[in-house]
């Protein structure tokens, strides 16, 4: 379910308007939902950067 919203730009503007409405009738969860697909988005990034980082070095070596 994060993949597809955090998949492209082109899907943030067509997943803003259901995530709004369901926002509002139940607060926390829409909030919540959107932050933990932000913070595994981010964790996702930093394992790829640090696994892309650790082989070039050891190439390089």
Do not use: D, F, N
């Amino acid at each position: 379910m994060c993949t597809r919203q955090g998949g492209g730009l082109k899907g943030v503007p067509h997943e803003a308007g259901p995530g709004q409405r369901q926002g509002q009738a139940m607060p926390g969860r829409g909030q919540w939902q959107a932050l933990a697909c932000r913070v595994m988005e981010l964790y996702m990034m930093e394992l790829y950067i640090e696994a892309t980082v650790t082989h070039t070095g050891i190439q390089s070596v």
